[in-house]
């Protein structure tokens, strides 16, 4: 398994789901799991979907610019650091943001996010 692949299918699945059906999302987080959102802390799976469906705004687009993994232990995890810009709709200038995923293995071979930490990037 290829860390470099697996980032990148991840970030497109995450990214497309959330710009598309942000309660999707619930699949990939489990009760353990924390969002820090704009320094807020969010734990379990069915807040951090709260949360992220409870956002004001209803459409928008993730164009991501870079995508980073690291292997994170020996349970097999990863780090994948996203970084890009958000585009609301109905908004003129796009947000810079950046994202980090600490991925952990299921026991069926697929992965869950552990931790998420979200922030804008203000200039």
């Known amino acids: 398994m290829d860390p470099d692949q697996v980032a990148k299918a991840f ?6 789901t959330f710009d598309t059906n942000r ?4 699949n990939l987080y489990q009760d353990g799991s924390m969002l820090t ?4 802390k969010i734990q379990g ?4 979907v709260a ?8 459409q928008c687009h993730h164009n991501i610019s ?5 292997p994170s232990g020996p ?14 709709a109905g908004e003129q200038h ?17 992965f869950y996010v552990l931790n998420d930490i979200f922030r804008l990037n203000y200039a």
């Open 11 to 16: 970030v497109e699945h995450y990214y497309s």
């Open 23 to 26: 309660s999707g999302l619930a």
């Open 37 to 40: 959102f704009e320094g807020q």
């Open 45 to 48: 799976s069915q807040n951090i």
């Open 51 to 58: 949360k992220l469906t409870g956002l004001p705004f209803q």
């Open 66 to 70: 870079t995508v980073d993994c690291q």
């Open 75 to 88: 349970a097999g995890g990863m780090l994948v650091f996203v970084s890009g810009v958000l585009q609301l």
């Open 94 to 110: 796009p947000l810079k943001f950046s994202q980090l995923f600490h991925l952990m293995p299921t026991p069926q071979g697929s």
